[in-house]
């Protein structure tokens, strides 16, 4: 079965440098290997996609990437330059690859422009953004422009997580819960929850975000959230679609990058249903051929598993 994954990491020599705050999360021969396997584009790459069954990669930088850089200038440069290196790749394998554009949110017209120039020039399949830019996150109002942009386009925005803005009071003390275990997702779920009750897809209701990691824990509190959202004083915002659930269901797309257990897979599927769950593999931080026999071999009906390893990326991406 044809079988393409939407969270395979990449980074340049050039940027390795912004990665350096990840790599106090890890283990350090970890990272190291994880480092060896992220500069690897065409190489071994290829050879573990051969061994596992995965037919494409839609690549996409590493986490933090261009969000990490100050400088506004240099961040829309750079951005630039490694969506053209992104193009390179997937141009001299377009069966193997395709890919995610890297967005210079730090200015939010040239981040627009760019989402265009990655789609339409470059042939990319949207943009991965890598939770907040210096502070700024998906719902703010100077960013309204790259959702204008990608709604236009057609295209999916992906958020994936990075280290957040200092540390959550009730993380203090704990560095061993910063990182992809824990922070990343709860802080990946609530930017999230900015988006829908900050009115993002009510400006853009045909937008479209995808979340890694299966769905950041969000499938699983759906009920929930329509529930305690019937109590909670509303402080003046209000959901023109009424429930959060509406916008959880219809705009957010997630895949099973970094999750291979079929109880949260089951979850989701009920949660948000089999058109919305894709594949992904969360490279090189977990195992490929784990992860497609993960996929081979879930408690799910023949038609969601075609879903899920091509068809859904097959539309969304128009792949
Ligand atoms: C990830 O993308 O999931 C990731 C990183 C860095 C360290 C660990 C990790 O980007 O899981
Ligand atoms: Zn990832």
């Given amino acids: 079965m044809r079988t393409i994954g939407l969270e395979e990491h990449f980074v340049t020599p050039e940027l390795v440098e912004y990665g350096a705050g990840s790599a106090s999360i890890a283990q350090p021969e970890r990272w190291r290997e994880a480092s060896r396997r992220l500069l690897d584009l065409t190489g071994e790459r290829l050879a573990e996609m051969d061994a596992a069954g995965l037919d494409l990669q839609v690549l996409s930088l590493n986490a933090p990437g261009i969000q990490a850089e100050p400088d506004a200038q240099t961040a829309v440069a750079r951005a630039a330059a490694v969506n053209d290196l992104l193009a390179g790749v997937v141009a001299d394998h377009p069966d193997r690859f395709a890919g995610f554009a890297a967005l210079p949110l730090q200015d939010p017209r040239a981040a627009a422009k760019e989402l265009e120039r990655a789609v339409k020039e470059l042939g990319l399949r949207g943009a991965l ?36 803005v200092g540390t959550p009071h009730v993380l203090e003390g704990h560095p061993e819960l910063i990182g992809p275990m824990w922070s990343w997702g709860t802080e990946t779920a609530s930017h999230v929850l900015r988006l829908v009750f900050g009115g993002v897809f009510d400006d853009f209701p045909d937008a479209k975000l995808l979340l890694g990691h299966m769905g950041e824990s969000l499938p699983y509190v759906l009920w929930r959230l329509d529930s305690r959202w019937g109590f909670h004083h509303h402080h003046g915002v209000e959901l023109a679609r009424g429930n959060p659930s509406e916008y959880l269901r219809h705009n957010l797309y997630i895949t099973t990058s970094g999750v291979c257990s079929a109880p949260p897979l089951l979850c989701a599927l009920l949660a948000l249903g089999p058109e919305h769950i894709l594949f992904g593999t969360d490279h090189p931080f977990e195992d490929m051929a784990t992860a497609t026999a993960f996929l081979r071999d879930a408690p799910v009906s023949e038609a969601d598993r075609a879903k899920i390893a091509h068809l859904n990326a097959e539309c969304l991406l128009r792949l």
């Fill in 129 to 164: 953004v890598n939770a907040h830019t210096q502070g700024r996150y998906l719902d703010d109002p100077a960013l309204r422009v790259v959702w204008e942009h990608a709604e236009g386009l057609d295209v999916p925005l992906y958020l994936h997580p990075a280290n957040g």
